[in-house]
């Protein structure tokens, strides 16, 4: 196997590699043996992972009896109490006298967010490796070790920050996802353009026809970009203490509030994101931080790779929403703000009238 590119998550106390290469996934076991994670591998994936690589899931690790595989249902709903418990009472009856486990979680964000939870709470705490699927999980999720999951008044409510003992990338996953789930793991790359990296920014708009069609140059250099952006954040401020964290979260208070007012499920995390960015577009104009040439970049990036521009919401509900996040109040109103492509801001005490008003005003911009 060649290419493996390795990239070291710097952190204090729980140091770990991210492997990136195509064809990894068979190597994966050998890696697990030399990390010790234990005797029992426990697999924990999506219903179309499952389908769509039952055969190599089979020849890589069940057919070695130290491996079970756990199989939930695809999408957000996965993230739910009724489905943690499900899975964790199938590990109960895995885990036997003598057995070490640990957990795989091989799937989109869902499972990665899912399966890290439920590491971070059973017997307090098991090792878990990440083995992201989606184009979103490998630039995004799967790094910096944030878990959770969902209630009907909030999302990602219930969680951790506990971190895999190792992410292992293979962008070979990624030619049997849809071009709607592609776009939507843009959705996230064009957020580390935006608050970290305009070079990257203009990288994305020059090269989105190579990107979308999989161009596997310019998705290895996607990748690799994506996840040295996120490593040197999380390294940082592991536990969002220092507001350098913070930054990641650009778009999401809206994005966030967006997906639980449609119940989970209408509306996907990549399609929320690019209209939570596009919504801070227009609240970083109203608070007169960024000009409207700056503040524009944002829809036309979004429109170049095809990701929704357009939204029918109730202003009022959103808010309601919005008022649930966790970084959107704690006393104040706290956003990351655009300044310019490349650099944001952490505003806090923003009016409610401005966040109000910015979501009149987001449909007439789109
Ligand atoms: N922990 C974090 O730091 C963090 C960061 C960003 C997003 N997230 C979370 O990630 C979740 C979204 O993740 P997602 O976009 O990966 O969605 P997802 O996990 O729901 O996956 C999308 C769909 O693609 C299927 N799928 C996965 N891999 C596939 C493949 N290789 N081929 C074909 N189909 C495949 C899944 O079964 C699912 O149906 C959200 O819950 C979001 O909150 C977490
Ligand atoms: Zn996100």
Known sequence: MQNIKIIKLNLKHNPYNIYIGNNLLKKIPQYISKLNLGNHGIIITSRQVGILYKDRIKQIFTKNKNYKLITVVDGEGAKSKQCLLRVIEKIVKIDTLGKRIFIVC?????????????????????PYIQIPTTLLSQIDSSIGGKTAIDLPQAKNI????????????????????????????????????????????????????????????????????????????????EKEKKGIRTILNFGHSFAHALESASKYGKITHGKAVSLGMLYTAVLSLL?????????SQIPAIISIFGLS??????????????????????????????????????????????????LKKMTRFS
């Open 287 to 295: 608070l007169n931080k960024c000009s409207l040439n700056q503040a």
């Open 309 to 358: 521009t357009k939204i029918r919401f109730n202003a009022l509900t959103l808010y309601k929403a919005l008022s649930y996040d966790k970084k959107f109040i704690s006393g104040k109103i706290r956003m990351v703000i655009l300044r310019e492509i490349g650099k944001v801001e952490v505003v806090e005490g923003i009016s409610p009238k401005i966040v109000k008003n910015a």
């Open 106 to 126: 091989l799937g989109g964000g869902v499972v990665g967010d899912l399966g890290g939870f439920i590491a971070s709470i059973y017997k307090r705490g098991i």
């Open 158 to 237: 219930l969680g951790s920050i506990y971190q895999p003992k190792a992410v292992f990338i293979d962008p070979v996953f990624l030619k049997t996802l849809g071009s709607k789930e592609i776009k939507e793991g843009l959705a996230e790359a064009i957020k580390y353009g935006v608050i970290k990296d305009k070079a990257f920014f203009n990288f994305l708009k020059e090269n989105h026809k190579k990107i979308l069609k999989l161009d596997t140059i310019s998705i290895g250099k996607l990748i690799s970009v994506c996840v040295n952006i996120k490593v040197k954040i999380v390294a940082q401020d």
